[in-house]
């Protein structure tokens, strides 16, 4: 059987846009796809405190200097101790070498794409494959649908295959090498689709049992809504 692939994508509902962020929260719990979209909160996981925003900055910049010694010719850990003398981050070097230990020729940083009926931001593009940076120790469920919707984009908008990704992991230093399977594929259609059709009716209804390590808990219970 032919994998779903996003340059022959047929979605229901084209005609109405979502972001990936908010299949994402949709699948956390429809109350948080609510606030996310009405008040405009964003869907920051809960681990991404100030330290997992440092590592997200410092893991890009690092990125970039990998690019850029690549490009010159130069010695990256040249340029990093450089860097590493800037930063205040404990664990600014263990990132460093986990960046160092995952080869590539080009990275895009933060790429947008849009097609009819969806679209999103992946964090890093490293030689045509997407990555997903979790400030995190393991890879759930949902973030794979995200991977796998960073996939179809990619290969809607530039016509190439996309048949896996990665989650790296910053809190472990580890990279999770994810296959786009046909499953996958289907699992991240099907959650655009129920989370289109949730708006639609309006029936935000609340994991309750999620509510201990919700990112939104606070605004959630200012609202009466928890
Ligand atoms: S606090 Fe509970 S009900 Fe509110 S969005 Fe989070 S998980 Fe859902």
Redesign the pocket.
């Known amino acids: 059987m032919s994998l779903i692939r996003g340059y022959s994508l047929d979605l229901k509902y084209k005609f109405f846009s979502v972001n990936v962020s908010e299949i994402v929260s949709y699948l ?5 796809l ?2 996310v979209r009405c008040l405009g909160l964003r869907d920051r996981a809960l681990e991404e405190t100030i330290e997992g925003v440092s590592a997200h900055i410092i893991y890009g910049k690092l990125t970039q200097l990998y690019m850029e010694a690549r490009r010159s010719n130069v010695d990256y850990w040249r340029l990093v101790e450089d860097y590493l003398n800037t930063v205040s981050f404990p664990r600014a070097r263990e990132l460093a070498e986990f960046r160092y230990r995952h080869d590539f020729t080009v990275a895009e940083l933060e790429v947008f794409f849009k097609i009819d009926g969806v679209r999103g931001r992946v964090d890093v593009i490293e030689d045509g494959v997407p990555i997903e940076v979790k400030y995190r120790e393991k890879v759930l469920d949902r973030d794979s649908v995200q991977l796998a919707w960073y996939g179809l984009l990619i290969e809607a908008v530039r016509g190439v295959d996309v048949d896996y990704g990665y989650i790296d992991l910053l809190k472990s230093c580890r990279r999770v090498r994810i296959e786009l399977t046909d499953d996958l594929r289907e699992k991240a259609v099907r959650a655009r689709e129920k989370c289109i059709e949730v708006i639609f009716r309006g029936d935000y209804s ?6 201990g ?5 606070r ?3 200012l609202l009466k ?2």
């Open positions: 956390y719990c429809p109350r948080k609510l606030l609340a994991q309750r049992n999620r509510c390590k919700c990112s939104v808990l605004e959630c219970r809504l928890a």
